[in-house]
Structures are given as C-alpha cells and as structure tokens.
C-alpha cells in the first residue's frame, strides 16, 4: 500500500510539474513579446551601456517566432561621438540563444546558422557630415552570401558648404549602387572583426561622381593619399578577395577652377571591370590584375589592363589600353575650364598607351592617329577666343606648337608620345594614371606638360 500511495504522490507531481511547465510554455508563447521586451531589452541595452558607455542604444517594439526561431526589431538607434546609426526594421534567426545564454568561448557557433535581414538603414559620420544608408540587406551564415541593395553615399552639405569647411584642397565623393552581392563570404570571421575573406564580390549599376576643387592649395601637412598597396599594407585586419567585378557603372570625375565655375569633367559609361587576388598580409608576392572597359566621354571605347603588385613596399604597376575612334572635341568638357584651350575640331581614329611604373616614376608610350586638329586658346577670364591676342596666341600654336594631323608617312611610321611622370604628393591613384597618360598625349601633340 505504502509503494502505491508513494507511486500515486509521484505521479501527481509529475503531472503537476509538467502541467507547470506546460502552462508556462503556453503563456510565453502567447505574451512571449511582453516578456522579451520587459526581460531581454534591458539586458540588451545594460550589456551595451557596460561596454560603450560614452553611446547609446535605443530599441524599438521585440517581437520573437517560436516556430521560426526569429527574433524581431522594430527599429534600432546607436548615437556615438563619431556616428548615429539608425535601422527602421531588424530579424535575425536561426540563432542557437542556449549557446549565447552559456556564454562560453564557443557563443559564436551560435551563429553559424543565423540568417540577417535589415530594411532601411541610414548611418551618419557627424564629423564630415558624410551619409551611407542602403534600402535593403539579407546576411546568411549558412549560405555564405551577402546581398545589399540600392546603396548610397554622400555629403550632407552643398558643394559651396562642404568646399568651404576647410582652407585646403578637398575631394567630395558621391556613390550611388543598386545592388550588391557577396558570395564565399567567411562570415563567423568577419564578426570576430579581424579576417574578411570572399571569393566574389559583384557590383551591379555603379554610379561614382568625384569633383576637386582646385581653386584651393592641397595640404602639404597631411597625409599623402595612399595608393593601393599602401593602402592594403596600413590595414591591420586580413583582407583576401578573390575577385571583384563591377557590372554597367558610370563615372564622373570632375576639377573645379573657381567657386560657382563650371568645373571640367571627364565621364565614363557603361563600365565594366574586373579585379582579382585582392590580399594583404601575404608571405607570397600577390599581383592583382584589373581588366576593363567603357565609353569615353560619350564617343569612343577605351579599354584597360593594369597588373599591380598589391603587396609591394613601393608603389608600382603596369597598365596598357587603348582607344576606338571619337571625336576629339569631346575632350573640350574637361580642357576648357583646367586648359583654357578649346578643339574645334579634329578626329582620333585610334590611340594605344603602355606605360611601366616604377616606385612612382612612370615612363611609357602612347600612340594617337588623329587628322585635322585646331585648338584655340581661350581667355583665361572671359572663355572667349574671338580676341586679337586670342586669336594669334591659337595661330602661333597651331602654327609652331600642336600637332595638326599625326597619321602614318609613307614608311607607316608616326609620332610617338614619350611618357615621363613621377608621383606629386598629392596625386590620388586614378589622377595619377590620368596625369601620366596624358603626359604622352601632349608629347604627341604638343600640350605643354603639367
């Protein structure tokens, strides 16, 4: 009697406890947002104030999925010194939370089946008033991926405003992207924040406007614009991509001369790129190749090749192109404003270049085969070149200095352009490839150098 009255005792308890855990299952999942938003977002926000507490971290409305195992944000704001962040919509799931709750060395194996989907996020540098937002972005752990969509980053302040901040020369950049992708992404070692690693990285509709002002000295006391090797070598963290393409981008690079003048552009459309072995950090010497092509200024193709030795203490490379037929006096959108010369005609019908630089001295050849060139020089205040002195100073040129016409003689020989440049201290890479591309072509038709 006494094992049967001991069994039934058991049996109620059991029932009892189960019944208990029961019902508290059943009451987290019905109120299971009132729970984690009284319980799990003031722990959220006390172990963030702990660890930054010169920041702040408001959260929005936390819902959670059972069935889904997802965990849901309304919206997210982090305010430091340097940034403010702000995230209209966060989910994460497929997290193992006993392993975080643990909080053993392994936590972040908890992770390695996570999926991160965040809708509308905007970040602001408040220093430079500089903004980065995107509409859309899906991280999977598990399929190693990454996808961004409609990219953008800009300047909060006007031209005028951002220019006038500082006394010294400055470079405003605008990027506009509509979709990004990322494949082969090591994504538990890119939380741990020291090893980004990638096979592929694809950049669809890149659009890029770039515009110096250059009515104002550079800054002699900072820093020099790092070149890619440079630039690599100062990062701490592992960098290794296999591959980066870009996919129908545009580019506007422009110099302005004066404030409120119109500044001269060089465009770029339709280009498509191709990088590969992206690395820093590597025993083994690495060389990345870039291979490319675009319209020119709305008129003819150019295409590039470029080897870098990424890894290399100075800074070298070999680049090579060339040029299909354009009109010459598309040039006049950027020689106006920066040259003050102005073609009135004249037609390139085909241009090569291939230049070697050696810790920062490059030297090289370009070919042009171009008929009936004028230039006519302009006046430096008015852009008129209806002046008497205007209008010798174009004959003495066309007369004693520009090559007219650079076609193939009798014996299929032409004029080539000797290209000699060495590094300015404040050359930006791609104004750098630029200056010493055209230091050949005035060698061919007779631009003084710069």
């Known amino acids: ?42 722990q959220i926000k006390k172990t963030f104030t702990f660890s930054y507490p010169a920041d702040s971290l408001m959260l929005g409305n936390l819902h959670y999925k059972v069935w889904s195992n997802s965990l849901e944000c309304d919206s997210v704001t982090m305010i430091s010194g340097e940034y403010a962040c702000c995230i209209k919509q966060l989910s994460v799931s497929g997290i193992n939370w006993i392993k975080i709750l643990r909080n ?16 509308d996020a905007n970040l602001t540098f408040r220093k430079s008033l500089n903004e980065l937002n995107f509409r859309k972005l899906h991280l999977s752990v598990p399929d190693s991926e990454v996808a961004v969509y409609s990219i953008k980053y800009y300047s ?45 990285i694809n950049i669809y509709d890149l659009f890029t406007d770039i515009l110096v002002n250059m009515d104002k000295p550079y800054d002699n006391n ?10 690599l070598a100062s990062i701490k963290d592992i960098i290794s991509i296999d591959s980066l393409n870009i996919y129908k981008g545009r580019l ?3 110099e302005r001369f004066e404030i409120k003048a119109k500044p001269g552009i060089v465009t770029f459309n339709d280009v498509n790129f191709c990088i590969t072995n992206i690395s820093n950090h590597s025993v083994q010497p690495v060389t990345s190749i870039i291979k490319g092509d675009g319209i020119f200024l709305n008129s003819g193709r150019m ?37 003050h010369h102005r073609i009135k005609s004249g037609i390139i019908k085909f241009a090569d270049f291939n230049i070697n630089v050696i810790n920062g001295h490059a030297e090289g050849k370009v070919s042009m085969v171009y008929k009936d060139l004028y230039i006519a020089v302009l006046n430096k205040n008015t852009g008129s070149e209806n002046g008497i002195i205007d209008r010798v100073s174009s004959l003495f040129g066309r007369i004693f200095v520009i090559r007219g016409s650079n076609l193939p003689d009798k014996n299929g020989k032409i004029k080539i352009g000797a290209t000699k440049y060495s590094r300015k201290h404040d050359d930006y890479f791609f104004q750098y490839i630029w200056f010493a591309l055209r230091n050949g072509i005035g060698d061919v038709v007779g631009f003084p150098p710069r």
Request: glycine share 6%; with cysteine; charged share 20%.
């Open 303 to 339: 295409k590039l090749f470029m080897k870098i030795p990424i890894n290399a203490e100075d800074f070298s490379l070999r680049y090579s192109g060339s040029l299909s037929p354009m009109d010459g006096s598309r040039l006049n959108s950027f020689i106006e404003p920066g040259e």
């Open 252 to 254: 506007n690079y422009s």
């Open 156 to 200: 909060l302040n006007k031209d005028e405003i951002f220019f006038a901040k500082s006394k010294f020369r400055q470079t405003r950049f605008l990027f506009d992207i509509s979709s990004l992708s990322i494949t082969g992404l090591d994504c538990l070692n890119m939380f741990r924040g020291n090893i980004y690693k990638a096979k592929c």
């Open 1 to 42: 009697m006494k094992n049967l009255y001991r069994l039934k005792i058991i049996k109620i308890g059991c029932v009892g406890i189960g019944s208990f855990f029961l019902i508290f299952i059943l009451l987290f999942l019905l109120f299971s947002d009132t729970f984690i938003s009284s319980f799990l977002k003031n």
């Open 104 to 119: 053993k060395d392994s936590a972040l194996d908890a992770f390695r089946n996570a999926v991160i989907n965040v809708r």
């Open 222 to 231: 900072s820093s020099n614009p790092k070149m890619p090797n440079e630039f």
